[in-house]
Structures are given as C-alpha cells and as structure tokens.
C-alpha cells in the first residue's frame, strides 16, 4: 500500500508564500497521479490542484489559479504545492492523495474527492495577521 506524508503547513501573513511537501513510500513517476486538496475550519473537504503521472500536465481550480503551483521530483518520489499571495481564504488543512488516472483524479479535484483512496494525514496552513 502507498502512503503518503504531508509536511510544509505552518503560519504565514496575508500575501506570504507557503511551500507544501507531500513524500510517498514508493515509485509514484508513471504510476500516479498527484492531487491537493484542502478543508477549511468548519466546511467541505475542495480540490485544490493536481499533477499527472509523469508530471507533464498541471490543473488548478479557479481559486487558485496564478497563485499556486504544483510540480513533483520524480527521484525523490515528491510532489510540492507552492503557494503565494496567500488569502486568509486559504486556511484549512492541506492534504494529497494519489491516483493511477490522471483523468479520475482530476475529476475528483473538480467534483468529487469521496472515490480516492490513497490520502496522507494532513498539513495546516494558517494564513492570518
């Protein structure tokens, strides 16, 4: 079985940077594809952004477009999320997940993350004054 482990979360000012680490067990480059995902106190867990298997294509949702950006380091079988001109809006708890289907998983960013199975334990950002 995968896992993951997110590292990274902390406290930053409004319109900080914030660099978020998600390290699996095994070989994920050509075998999953990469996703984040975020709940903030109180409310759903959303989609944040996700990353193909061979770290060819990106996907951001509109909340985060131009802001975040997602990449991996296939030898070091890591995926970051690099965040800047945070929002308070950006508070929550930041968690990965893998997927053998880009499509799937990206899917599951856009609409609904409840079919992944493979998640790490969770990070928090606090994004406040």
């Known amino acids: 079985q995968l896992r993951l482990v997110e590292s990274g979360g902390g406290l930053v000012q409004p319109g900080g940077s914030l660099t978020l680490s998600c390290v699996a067990s095994?070989?994920?480059?050509?075998?999953?594809?990469i996703g984040w995902f975020r709940q903030a106190p109180g409310k759903e867990r959303e989609g944040v952004s996700c990353i193909s298997s061979s770290g060819g294509s990106t996907k951001y949702v509109d909340a985060v477009k131009g802001r975040f950006t997602i990449s991996r380091n296939s030898a070091a079988n890591t995926v970051y999320l690099q965040m800047n001109s945070l929002e308070p809006e950006d508070t929550g708890v930041y968690y990965c997940?893998?997927?053998?289907?880009?499509?799937?998983?990206?899917?599951?960013?856009?609409?609904?993350?409840?079919?992944?199975?493979?998640w790490g334990q969770g990070t928090l950002v606090t994004v406040s004054e």
């Open positions: 095994a070989v994920i480059s050509d075998h999953y594809a």
């Open positions: 997940a893998a997927s053998d289907s880009s499509e799937i998983m990206w899917a599951s960013v856009t609409a609904d993350y409840r079919h992944l199975e493979i």
